[in-house]
């Protein structure tokens, strides 16, 4: 008789341990969809509150490029002696100024994007460097024409990060 009533409590108890496991498996599965919900619904949150500050950082960057581009950095810091050596230093100095002055905004940028606006502000720096050690450069003037010149024949780096930049901040939107 024990073995027979084993036997009755076996089956009784075969369908409340399937209903257990079915039941542990929804509520498992319940939670870790709603946690995926809430994960989903703070990153939404968080795009949605930072985007403004991306979006500054990328106009930040924007202008940094267009200060450093040589034509308008040539135009803006005009030279205080005739040294060329003198206008290459202060051109470098004012293109690093404002390259530490927009550094912490390599945290709202990718790091391919931060990368190619470090290299336009050292391609700039070796175009102006280049222009100063030609021979016909012998003046703060003539420097500025040697490197106006170039300009007008090729493509300034900034330029080229620049569209990086936008096609970067196109990105966002889509």
Wanted: neutral net charge.
């Amino acid at each position: 008789m024990d073995s027979q009533r084993f036997i009755d409590i076996f089956f009784f108890a075969i369908p409340s341990l399937i209903t257990g496991l079915i039941a542990y498996y929804f509520f498992k599965e319940h939670t870790k969809n709603e946690d995926g919900r809430r994960r989903f619904l703070l990153h939404k949150d968080l795009q949605v509150n930072s985007l403004p500050t991306r979006l500054q950082a990328y106009e930040r960057l924007t202008l940094f490029l267009e200060r450093i581009s040589p034509s308008k950095l040539l135009i803006r810091v005009a030279p205080t002696a005739s040294s060329k050596e003198s206008y290459e230093a202060l051109l470098i100095q004012t293109i690093e100024q404002e390259f530490e002055h927009n550094l912490t905004q390599q945290i709202y940028v990718s790091e391919k994007c931060w990368n190619i606006i470090n290299a336009s502000k050292n391609a700039t720096i070796q175009l102006i460097r280049k222009a100063s050690l030609l021979d016909k450069t012998n003046s703060a003037d003539k420097l500025r024409e040697v490197v106006l010149t170039e300009m007008m024949e090729r493509r300034s780096p900034s330029d080229a990060a620049l569209s990086f930049l936008k096609s970067e901040v196109s990105e966002l939107y889509n």
